[in-house]
T-cell receptor, first 113, second 112 residues
Framework: NAGVTQTPKFQVLKTGQSMTLQCAQD?????MSWYRQDPGMGLRLIHY???????DQGEVPNGYNVSRSTTEDFPLRLLSAAPSQTSVYFC????????????FGDGTRLSIL | DAKTTQPNSMESNEEEPVHLPCNHS???????IHWYRQLPSQGPEYVIH?????VNNRMASLAIAEDRKSSTLILHRATLRDAAVYYC?????????????WGLGTSLAVNP
């Protein structure tokens, strides 16, 4: 069972570069979300989606874009990378009911020089 | 801001029970209480969830206060593999309650 798959696992970027973090799930989950986690901190919600074509901002959306063209995929785009975006990024998916547990990917470790 | 508050850290001895508290005084009637844990260098892992009644599964038990303003995750016999950060979050159904806001969690150390 694949679950939630994030790619790449590691990435180093230069300031100003753009890139897309990929997230795919095979559980037919409607709810997907992106978090960032900085050292010693909890998870902070970047963007989330409750279904294809529907996205909304989380706590820290600035500098990131998302789209949800299919149920399976929820890519996160960094438009112009900044050192402050160095972090570990987690994607999660779940059913939409508030009794549904979230399933997390293994994370993408992103360093911006 | 997170809707839950937890102690920053706790310590336990191996094979002893652990009670991890969580306060959520602003919980609304339809919010579920979810617990996750995060092992070092891994993504969070679902542990348990509940609404009003106490819940048990193979990993842990969840005790929910009668007024639902607090809950306690119970690990019946801590093992070294239970050393992790434990997060308590509320999951609502509609509007902004669909945003899942995480606090800092409780870092649990287990002594051999």
């Amino acid at each position: 069972n694949a679950g939630v798959t994030q790619t790449p696992k590691f990435q180093v970027l230069k300031t100003g570069q753009s890139m897309t973090l990929q997230c795919a799930q095979d559980m037919n989950h409607e709810y997907m979300s992106w978090y960032r986690q900085d050292p010693g901190m909890g998870l902070r919600l970047i963007h989330y989606s409750v279904g294809a074509g529907i996205t909304d901002q989380g706590e820290v959306p600035n500098g990131y874009n998302v789209s949800r063209s299919t149920t399976e995929d929820f890519p996160l785009r960094l438009l112009s990378a900044a050192p402050s975006q160095t972090s570990v990024y987690f994607c999660a998916s779940s059913g939409t009911g508030n009794n549904q547990p979230q399933h997390f990917g293994d994370g993408t470790r992103l360093s911006i020089l | 801001d997170a809707k839950t508050t937890q102690p920053n850290s706790m310590e336990s001895n191996e094979e002893e029970p652990v009670h991890l508290p969580c306060n959520h005084s602003t919980i609304s009637g339809t919010d579920y209480i979810h617990w996750y844990r995060q092992l070092p260098s891994q993504g969070p892992e679902y542990v348990i969830h509940g609404l009003t009644s106490n819940v048990n599964n193979r990993m842990a038990s969840l005790a929910i206060a009668e007024d639902r303003k607090s809950s306690t995750l119970i690990l019946h016999r801590a093992t070294l593999r239970d050393a992790a950060v434990y997060y308590c979050i509320l999951r609502g159904q509609a509007g902004n309650n669909r945003k899942l806001i995480w606090g800092l969690g409780t870092s649990l150390a287990v002594n051999p």
